[in-house]
Antibody, heavy 118, light 108 residues
Framework: EVRLVESGGGLVKPGGSLRLSCAAS????????MNWVRQAPGKGLEWVSS????????YYPDSVRGRFTVSRDNAENALYLQMDSLRAEDTAVYYC???????????WGQGTLVTVSS | EIVLTQSPGTLSLSPGERATLSCRAS???????LAWYQQRPGQAPRLLIY???NRAAGIPDRFSGSGSGTDFTLTISRLEPEDFAVYYC?????????FGPGTKVDIK
């Protein structure tokens, strides 16, 4: 069974940093691209970053480019999101997702809440 | 960037009724990368439909997807109590993913 478990969320002040982690199990992690998707309270879904299986290709939307850095450790079956220069509008539940061989996000974690507030 | 628009914003229906949800793109979308997700309250989203019309593993056949170009539809043939949720369409192009704003299907 595919399992994705996020951790690292919490309360941080504007301008601060936070590092999210996602522990993957139940599949060959090194064979899949992975993504982060967030959801602000009461709002819709927003894609935050993508990283290919071997970290060769990395993509971000304009809203986080230059502030967020995605990385992975295939030996540890782990995905990371380093978030710097955080803003109030980054407050959201952050989900780790797998980009499956059906070209869609076929597995999701339960999410971790990041709150940016003074 | 391709913008996705979903309509209606809210669909109020009774169990057993048919639901038709629309997703319109600002430019033509590759059919390989048009997906639908369901999100129940308090839960993570889950994949329903990929590549426009293919049901994901374990998804009942009352869910179907169709469309091409810029217009796509998710149909739920007969609503079950567990289908009352929010539905999002998603596309991928030019190395970017975008989601529609969602359609909430609630109980009438």
């Amino acid at each position: 069974e595919v399992r994705l478990v996020e951790s690292g969320g919490g309360l941080v002040k504007p301008g601060g940093s936070l590092r999210l982690s996602c522990a993957a199990s139940g599949f060959t992690f090194s064979s899949f691209s992975m993504n982060w998707v967030r959801q602000a309270p009461g709002k819709g879904l927003e894609w935050v970053s993508s990283i290919s299986s071997s970290s060769t290709y990395i993509y971000y939307p304009d809203s986080v480019r230059g502030r967020f850095t995605v990385s992975r450790d295939n030996a540890e079956n782990a995905l990371y999101l380093q978030m710097d220069s955080l803003r109030a509008e980054d407050t959201a539940v952050y989900y780790c997702t797998r980009f499956g061989d059906r070209s869609a996000f076929d597995s999701w974690g339960q999410g971790t809440l990041v709150t940016v507030s003074s | 960037e391709i913008v996705l628009t979903q309509s209606p914003g809210t669909l109020s229906l009774s169990p057993g009724e048919r639901a038709t949800l629309s997703c319109r793109a600002s430019q033509s979308v590759s059919t390989s990368y048009l997906a639908w997700y369901q999100q129940r309250p308090g839960q993570a989203p889950r994949l329903l439909i990929y590549a426009v019309s293919n049901r994901a593993a374990g998804i009942p056949d009352r869910f179907s997807g169709s469309g091409s170009g810029t217009d796509f539809t998710l149909t739920i043939s007969r609503l079950e109590p567990e289908d009352f949720a929010v539905y999002y369409c998603q596309q991928f192009s030019n190395f970017r993913f975008t989601f529609g704003p969602g359609t909430k299907v609630d109980i009438k």
